[in-house]
């Protein structure tokens, strides 16, 4: 081989190592990107207490309530909840173990909850006034039925279901929280149709009324 041909090949072997060191950097840099990525964080909602079914987050209680953490984004589930003031306002639909990770489906917004109801209004009722009121243990969340019972008639009509409860008190007028399994209520706030009000006080006064718990077996 002369001279000519040895100046000839040292070019294209420059442009192949280059080519050659380029697509090992490619390769990498994106393996670095890669790892990189795969241990980013991001910040989720943790339960930073037990939080029972049905209780409501407010203004007051969800700093308490949820802290914010960050998080290997592979390991955050796709529908985690990461910003508190979206929660205001809504119930737990079930109950959250401390340290876990906040979803979507762990709560409901309170005007999802009676979305069936048009002009949604605050009935509130004293205990004395239901015969036993499922015994006192109703809590914020809850569901109930109401019927109007005819004793002359020996009936009983199914007037309203799946009537959300509010908030519950106890006798002397602090709100009963859902992990307190002891207090007996004393007074009820219900979600009830606006129309539905008049017809409700009305047969409150005659004692007609009972209420049935909906038990949730989820």
């Not at 985690?80 to 409901?108: H, P, R, Y």
């Amino acid at each position: 081989m002369d001279k000519k041909e040895k100046k000839s090949i040292w070019p294209k072997a420059a442009v192949i190592a280059f080519l050659a060191a380029g697509i090992v950097y490619f390769v990498m840099l994106n393996v670095e990107i890669n790892l990189l990525s795969s241990y980013e964080k991001g910040q989720v909602l943790i339960a930073g207490e037990n939080i029972v079914q049905g209780l409501q987050i407010t203004a007051e209680n969800v700093d308490l309530l949820f802290e914010a953490v960050l998080m290997e984004k592979s390991l955050i589930p796709k529908a985690a909840v990461t910003d508190k003031e979206n929660l205001i306002g809504s119930f737990s639909v079930k109950d959250i173990d401390q340290g876990v990770v906040l979803t979507a489906s762990m709560t409901e917004d309170i005007t999802k909850q009676v979305n069936y109801l048009t002009e949604p209004v605050v009935a509130g009722f004293k205990a004395d006034d239901l015969y036993q009121v499922v015994s006192g243990t109703l809590r914020s969340g809850d569901r109930i039925h109401i019927y109007s019972v005819d004793e002359e008639l020996d009936a009983v009509i199914l007037l309203w279901e799946n009537v959300l409860v509010q908030q519950v008190f106890d006798n002397a007028g602090s709100q009963i929280l859902p992990e307190d399994k002891m207090t007996a209520a004393g007074r009820v706030n219900i979600m009830l149709e606006k129309d539905s009000v008049e017809r409700f006080y009305s047969e409150l006064t005659t004692g007609s009324l009972r209420v049935v718990k909906v038990w949730d077996i989820g």
